[in-house]
C-alpha cells in the first residue's frame, strides 16, 4: 500500500491525529540547562549553518526545558523524527544523547533480522515491553536507528512490514503509557512512510520533525581526509 505523499502537510495541519484514537503525550526529560546540554553536543563538532539549528533543537528538546522548546518550535509532548543526509552527523549526536539519557537503542535492519529468525515477539518486545525483564512490563523508551533501511522481511511464510507493526506498537506506547519513541532516518518521512501505508503516515503527527538541511559537508569523509592529510580548516 502506498500513500500520495502531498496529502502530508494537510495531514498534520488539519489536525488528522484526531483518527489514530485516544491521544497520549510524552512528558518531558528531567530538566537540566539547555546550553550546557548544547555545549555537551559540540565539543569535538565543527559548527556550521548545516548543523547548528538541528543541534540548538536536539539540544533543547533533551532538556526537558519546555521554554526552551518552544522557542525551536519543538513540541513537548510528542516523540522524535530525526533525519538527515549520511555523514551529516546525526548518529554522533544521537549516540552522546543515548549515554546522557538512557534510552533503549536499536537499528532498524537489526530488528528485522530478529523478526526473521523468531516472528512477531521482538516486535512486542521492543514495542510493547512484552517480555522484556528490565522495564517492569512497560514498553522501553526506544531509540531507533537507520529506519527505512531495513527490509521487508519473510517468517515462515508470513510477510512482516517491520516498521510499519513497530509504529503501531509504539503508537500504544504513547498513547496509553505516554512512553517516547526516538526515529532516526537519512531520509524525510515523505519519502519513508509511503512505502510503509496509511496508518504509520497519520502517526507522524505525534512527532517532531527535525532535520539536518542536504548540502552540508559529509563529516565522515572529512574525517578520513583528515586522518590522510591533517586536520583541514572547513568553510562553510
Known sequence: MTT????????????????????????????????????????????????????????AYFSGDVAAMEKMGIDAGKNLYLHGPTGCGKSSIMDKLWRFRNFTKLEAKIL???????????????????????????????FIDDVGWEPTVNHKGTVIEVMDEMFCHREKAFNQYSIRTILVSNNPPEQVLPDYGDRSYSRLAHYNIISFPEGGPNRRLLKKIELVTGPKIYVP
Not at 502537510?9 to 546550553?35: F, M, T
Request: net charge negative; aromatic share 12%; hydrophobic share 40%.
Open 112 to 142: 528485522a533480522g530478529k523478526v526473521v529468525e523468531s516472528g512477531f515477539t521482538p516486535l512486542y518486545q521492543y514495542g510493547l515491553g512484552i517480555g522484556m525483564h528490565n522495564t517492569n512490563g512497560l514498553p522501553p523508551e526506544l
Open 4 to 59: 500520495d505523499t502531498t496529502n502530508l502537510a494537510s495531514l498534520l495541519a488539519e489536525g488528522a491525529w484526531r483518527i489514530c484514537g485516544s491521544v497520549g503525550a510524552v512528558k518531558p526529560y528531567p530538566w537540566v540547562d539547555p546550553n550546557q546540554l548544547y555545549f555537551y553536543l559540540i565539543n569535538g563538532i565543527q559548527l556550521d549553518k548545516w548543523n547548528r539549528t538541528p543541534i540548538q533543537q536536539l539540544a
